[in-house]
């Protein structure tokens, strides 16, 4: 498989550290908040190449954190007057409750950075040995020229950048030995949480966390570290400089970058308006459609969302449920024997679904070639194929959909029309004074997001 990595800018044929084993570190989201849907793309881009190396046979050690100490969670808390951690362990329920809804797996660990301050400690301790890091009136500071490498990730140069950050060194940031130094460790503030150190009590850098859970629980180097491209500057550049002066050896191999989300081609944000949660979305639609969705396009191309879109990929994802429902209802064939040309054609769309696949994880095409197996399907398999082949198809349209998380069972609709039996049932019920039947359907139909209403004209509905 090849991986575009964003160090050396070039699709690399992927070696793993140890064979047959990989070892996968996800930045995961901070826990203020519901996650938005841009916030959904790394997690169902990630989990898609997790779901593929496991195809491919490697034993997937996938790490993804919460990060549940941060300015926004106290500022939250604080708001609501509770404590930080009443925010984050909210959030964090329903963050999984998302992925779970987006069927994105959950991850081998989700290291959460409060429950790892002792090894945040330690770390800072190696990088003040080594002479990497100092310490400020209870703040530790990086020293960042020293790392030679600095900027190797995000290609920056750092003479550009110590002139580009002038204006820091005379507003205030004087403690710092160099503009570029940044936090490994920030002393307590009142009303913050904070944890005893050899610096006085205070909390952990955000850089500092990923450089720390990553190490616990794959190692010092990792194979494939990945996220939003946002986080390349300063995020993932402080983590190399954090973790290679530390550990003195290489930090990740592959570095892969998910593009950003757009909504109706501006930026999401909150005071343009265009911005929305995961939930809000789930609302409209389902959110399998959802993920069919992001992996409608390469995870590195700017990705633009707007209802003409999605609802694209809803008609898509329907094309191929109702060609699985079709091959279901005839699976029951009993003709025997099998057809060697369906069984040559179809191992030829597997092939290319994988080819799409190693090709830096190109979901794109990979569900392109799913299209026109579904379209091969409609054309060559009809009821008087052999079982074995109506089989084979199924199966193979079934296992190329779960490699990129795709459900193909049919979730049930609920037409209008079964929604007017339901309630001319309900009016029957009442008219008999059957009025526990007539309840019975009112809270069915609640239950469905249908929503009665008794006018003087009769009884009108709508979704909720
Ligand atoms: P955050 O909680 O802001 O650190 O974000 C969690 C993850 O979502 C990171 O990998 C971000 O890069 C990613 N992310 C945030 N916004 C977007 C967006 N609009 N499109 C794609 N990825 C995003
Ligand atoms: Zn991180």
Known sequence: MKIFNTLTRKKETFVPINEGKVGIYVCGPTVYDYIHIGNARPMIVFDTLRRYLEYKGYEVNYVSNFTDVDDKIIKRANEQGVDAKVISEKYIEEVKKDMAAMNVREATTHPKATEEIPDMIEMVKVLIEKGYAYEVSGTVYFRTRKFADYGKLSKKNIDDLRSGNRDLLVSGENEKE???????????????????????????????????????????????????????????????????????????????????????????????????????????????VIRFFMLSAHYRSPLN???????????????????????????????????????????????????????????????????????????????????????????????????????????????????????????????????????????????MGIILEDTREGVKWKRA
């Open 178 to 288: 160099d503009s570029l130094d940044f936090v490994l460790w920030k002393p307590k503030k009142e009303g913050e949480p904070s944890w005893p150190s050899p610096w006085g009590d205070g909390r952990p850098g955000w850089h500092l966390e990923c450089s720390v859970m990553s190490k616990k629980y794959i190692g010092d180097i990792i194979d494939i570290h990945a996220g939003g491209e946002d986080l390349i500057f300063p995020h993932h550049e402080n983590e190399i400089a954090q973790s290679e002066a530390a550990n003195g050896t290489e930090f990740a191999r592959y570095w892969m970058h998910n593009g950003f989300l757009k909504i109706n081609n501006e930026k999401m944000s909150k005071s343009l308006g265009n911005f929305f949660t995961v939930r809000e979305i789930a609302d409209k639609y389902p959110l399998q």
């Open 305 to 447: 969302f707007s209802a003409d879109l999605v609802e694209a990929s809803k008609n898509g994802l329907d094309r191929i449920l109702t060609a699985v429902d079709k091959l279901r209802g005839i699976s029951s064939s009993d003709t025997t024997g099998e057809d060697e040309t369906v069984a040559k054609e179809i191992a030829a769309y597997i092939e290319r679904f994988e080819a799409a696949m190693d090709d830096d994880l190109n979901t794109a095409d990979a569900i392109s070639v799913i299209f026109e197996l579904i379209k091969y399907t409609n054309i060559n398999i009809t009821e008087n194929t052999p079982k074995k082949s109506i089989d084979l198809a199924l199966g193979t349209i079934e296992k190329l959909c779960g490699i990129l998380g795709i459900i193909t069972e049919k979730e049930e609709e609920l037409l209008d029309s079964d929604i007017e039996a339901l309630i001319n049932e309900r009016q029957e019920a009442r008219k008999a004074k059957n009025f526990a039947r007539a309840d019975e359907i009112r809270n069915k139909l609640s239950d």
